[in-house]
């Protein structure tokens, strides 16, 4: 059990530009989580996946945001057209969901530059 | 509307003391959990402390315990004997569970200070 991995660490883009980030969680986790966190705040949700299936994407998100769990394994989160706002680091967490005290282990996550 | 409310943006303490972290929560749900997590300057996020709605007793973890006082919607953690590297930013989270929607969702987070 090597925890979840993000990848990349950073990303650098120019504005306009498509992103997409990596997420492998621990192997036997049914839950993925996607969060963004800005400097100085709270994780802020983006969205939440029970195996393959995506529970609920937030409301706070644009439709240039989208993320997959094909096979109910790793997961991706794709920005298009990114614009200087979305800059921040991007938080992936596995979880698995018994009960309710399920804990979220967390990647090391994606910091993401929009220049 | 803010569900996980954490007034205290920054906290100063003297190592050694003991401290206590903030938060009130929201909702209509009667089962719902309670998360502390820690972030450290290095940017991970540790698991620290559960409490459920239907605990009777009040969650501990070695130093950490978490004072929860269900009518005032109230999860406060308690930091016993700080130190020096217990400074870092403290999220408090919450997951309610009686509808579909049971994702969980976290404060704007406290940032503690401890002083040698």
């Known amino acids: 059990d090597t925890g979840v991995s993000q990848n990349p660490r950073h990303k650098i883009t120019k504005r306009g530009q498509n992103v997409t980030f990596r997420c492998d969680p621990i192997s036997e986790h049914n839950r993925l989580y996607w969060y963004r966190q800005t400097l100085g705040q709270g994780p802020e949700f983006l969205t939440y996946f029970q195996n393959e299936a995506q529970l609920e994407k937030s409301r706070l998100l644009s439709d240039r945001f989208s993320a997959e769990r094909p096979k109910g394994s790793f997961s991706t989160l794709e920005i298009q057209r990114t614009e200087q706002g979305d800059s921040a680091m991007y938080l992936c967490a596995s979880s698995l969901r018994i009960q309710m005290d399920e804990k979220l282990f967390f990647g090391s996550g994606t910091q993401l530059s929009v220049l | 509307a803010q569900k996980i409310t954490q007034t205290q943006p920054g906290m100063f303490v003297q190592e050694k003391e003991a401290v206590t972290l903030d938060c009130t929560y929201d909702?209509?749900?009667?089962?719902?959990?309670l998360f502390w997590y820690k972030q450290p300057s290095s940017g991970e996020m540790i698991f620290l402390i559960y409490?459920?709605?239907?605990?009777?007793q009040n969650a501990t973890e070695g130093r950490y315990s978490l004072n929860f006082q269900k009518a005032r919607k109230s999860a406060n953690l308690v930091i016993s004997a700080s130190q020096l590297g217990d400074s870092a930013m403290y999220f408090c989270a919450m997951r309610e569970a009686q509808n579909r929607d049971d994702k969980i969702i976290f404060g704007k987070g406290t940032r503690l200070h401890i002083l040698p």
């Open positions: 409490q459920g709605s239907y605990d009777e």
């Open positions: 909702t209509s749900d009667q089962s719902y959990g």
